[in-house]
């Protein structure tokens, strides 16, 4: 729980921790169910199959998803689909609520009448630096991750492209432009630009995207590429994305170097990591890739060698430029075949084989650095 950004915690002689409250404790300030998927009416239900609509809330106090603890390893390598996958899994829910806007009054009730307050503990909502000096590494981690989340959600009140409302979809993980909503009354004005793509603008990803993989089958392939989720260090975002986008699971993760990456203001963050070649690819838990592979050093070389495995005309940048445009909007995912994350699969294109990013891109830095031997050695375990 969190007011005006101080986290609730409970403090017990030398102990500080983290307060958990269940939800049956906070039910008052949830407001009227259901507390996602909501339309703005009052006790109005969204479509299933709306996708502006998918976890939505439009009423009570703003809460997040923060994820699922696991009490036990569940099996994701299971082949079935990743929505029975969903289904199957075991753990314990987390979410955080943004009590700001709710009277002091119903709030000292709520710390007078909550277990952990009825257990010896004291509670208070503490000023967000000290309240993390006792905290374990689990606490923190759900600390880092709900305040930036709850920060986002409070300073993000408007849309940053044409300045309506928005409202919170993906259980506060997203906001949506209210313009897009059959009861907008914004009809006469030109069609908000999130109408399309998968806007970053409506995401509280940070600027820095991650290069984490290899990967060189044929046509165009680059490196995999991701965005920083809130309160998640570099190493996590390395293995997390690993692990949606190819299902691979990696260790060993080891900085390697950075480059500002203005498409349209990111900086993106090189990272070398140890997988196992024998562990089978999966492309299918979120659908963002074409294809992967593993290759070999030799096959990386022989394509670096060639004449064309880097050299990419003023057209063939241009056309890469129009694909990108075509699938998804540049500014959104970070989808930048010569920074990351995009297979180009387009005949027109005048490029070798299997051709890669040059070396002024940092995708082609990281795959020539491994192929030629000049990447650091992975010795370390994170």
Known sequence: LF???KPLIASQAKEVRLALLTTS????????????GQEPGEGEVATVDLPILEAARFRGAPIVFLGLSEAQANDYRQSTSPEQLAKTLIGTPFFSIDLTEIGQTESD??????TAGTDGYALSFAEPRYATRGMSEFDAAIFAEAR?????????????????????VWSGWKVSCASLLSSSKHTS???????????????????????????????FYSTLAGFIEPGESFEDAVKRELWEEAGISVRNVKYHSGQPWPYPAN?????????????????????????????????????????????????????????????VNVQVTG??????????????LRVAPHPVPPRTAIGGVLISDW???KAPTLKFRL
């Not at 070999?296 to 129009?322: K, M, P």
Request: negative net charge.
């Open 3 to 5: 007011q005006e950004g």
């Open 25 to 36: 404790e906070v039910e008052p300030f949830l407001g009227s169910k259901p507390y996602f």
């Open 109 to 114: 009730r709520l710390l007078q009448t909550s």
């Open 148 to 168: 930036s989340m709850v920060d986002w959600n409070f300073r993000n009140k408007f849309c940053a492209s044409c300045g309506s409302p928005v409202y919170s």
């Open 189 to 219: 004005r030109k069609p908000c630009p999130t109408q399309k793509g998968l806007h970053n603008i409506t995401h509280p990803r940070t600027d820095a995207a991650v290069i984490v993989a290899k990967k060189f089958p044929p046509t």
């Open 267 to 327: 900086l993106m963050v090189g990272f070398y990591a140890t997988g196992d070649p024998s562990e089978s690819i999966r492309l299918d838990l979120d659908k963002e890739l074409e294809d992967a592979k593993w290759y070999t050093r030799e096959e990386v070389l022989a394509v670096l060698q060639h004449s064309e495995g880097t050299n990419f005309t003023r057209s063939d940048y241009q056309q890469i430029a129009n694909n990108i445009e075509e699938s």
């Open 335 to 348: 989808g930048d075949p010569l920074g990351g994350d995009a297979a180009v699969h387009d005949s027109s």
């Open 371 to 373: 192929a030629f031997g």
